[in-house]
């Protein structure tokens, strides 16, 4: 008897294993046929910087999304960690870099001038030695001068091949692009590579931020991330910001620029247009 149930749970697993394996699969397919007909969209979610009473826009963030065949709308989550682990990462974010650059022009064109595009960018993409050329490249055909593009990487990421995304990061930075560590305070990272990261901002992950109102614990790391970026010449950003009291919270900590669903969530394009349009900086 016991035999006979150690075979079907083993039947049972094979079949799980090979329905998770065909699922696999068929997604990294449906992902390389996305890839070659370019079945992606940026959506762009606004950073706020306190301006006297007002909360004024000084950036906006690119969030990849991938636009299915079936009209179906695709989140990162669900596809990054797959591209990242074929490669197709590479010429995905090589996508949402020229994107983003072409939308910058057409909205610094448009009256927009001080706006800034954050793009994330993945491990892959920091071991690529061509990127800050072809960064470079961009920025240049797009008419983008210092600072108007902004990268956002994980301490993780950049502590797979810390050397080698060290010599990017340098290039990226000449290029004239800025540099944000993205999710901070998430990784398990030492806090050395701030000193040897040109970095220009930190972004406070919103697991610290989303419990600030209630938990001490969350409040103090937040002030004590606050002065360490401030004395290192860092600004820093509040992601994940859902409420009022949050808001009022972070802003009373020092936090120089705040993004969460209470300001403004990810909007495609013609939308978050509209908002800028509606919402112009003091
Ligand atoms: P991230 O860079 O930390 O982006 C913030 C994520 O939190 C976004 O999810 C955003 O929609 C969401 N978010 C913003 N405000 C709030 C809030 O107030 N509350 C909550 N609960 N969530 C909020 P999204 O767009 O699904 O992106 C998830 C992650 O995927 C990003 O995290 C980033 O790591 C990655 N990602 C997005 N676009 C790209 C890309 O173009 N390239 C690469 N390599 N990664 C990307
Ligand atoms: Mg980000
Ligand atoms: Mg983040
Ligand atoms: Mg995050």
Not at 239 to 263: F, I, N, P
Request: charged share 25%; with cysteine.
């Amino acid at each position: 008897h016991a035999k006979a149930l150690g075979r079907a749970n083993f039947q049972f697993f094979t079949e799980q294993l090979n329905r998770a394996v065909t699922e696999r699969f068929q997604l990294e397919a449906k992902l390389r046929k996305a890839v070659a007909s370019e079945e992606f969209e940026l959506w762009y979610q606004p950073l706020f910087e306190p301006q006297g009473d007002v909360m004024a826009v000084c950036a906006v963030e690119a969030l990849l999304r991938w636009r299915t065949i079936d009209g179906e709308l695709v989140s990162p989550g669900e596809f990054i960690p797959l591209a990242e682990e074929t490669g197709m990462i590479v010429q995905i974010g090589d996508w949402v870099i020229a994107e983003a650059c072409r939308q910058l022009e057409k909205w610094h064109a448009g009256g927009l001038e001080s706006l800034r595009i954050a793009i994330n960018l993945s491990a892959r993409q920091l071991r690529d030695k061509g990127l800050p050329l072809r960064v470079e490249q961009l920025m240049k055909q797009h008419g983008l001068g210092a600072g108007a593009i902004e990268f956002e990487i994980t301490e993780s990421s950049v502590m797979e091949e810390p050397t080698q995304a060290i010599a990017v990061l340098d290039a990226l930075k000449a290029s004239g692009a800025s540099l944000s560590i993205d999710d901070f305070g998430t990784g398990y990272s030492s806090l050395s590579y701030l000193k040897l990261f040109p970095l220009d901002r930190l972004k406070i992950d919103r697991s610290f931020v989303s419990d600030i109102e209630h938990d001490a614990n969350d409040a103090a790391i937040v002030g004590a991330a606050v002065s360490l970026a401030h004395n290192l010449g860092l600004r820093v950003v509040a992601e994940g910001v859902e409420s009022a009291t949050q808001l009022e919270r972070l802003t009373h900590l020092g936090c120089d620029e705040l993004q969460g669903y209470h300001l403004c969530r990810p909007l495609p394009a013609a939308a978050v247009e509209r908002f800028l349009r509606d919402n112009p900086a003091p």
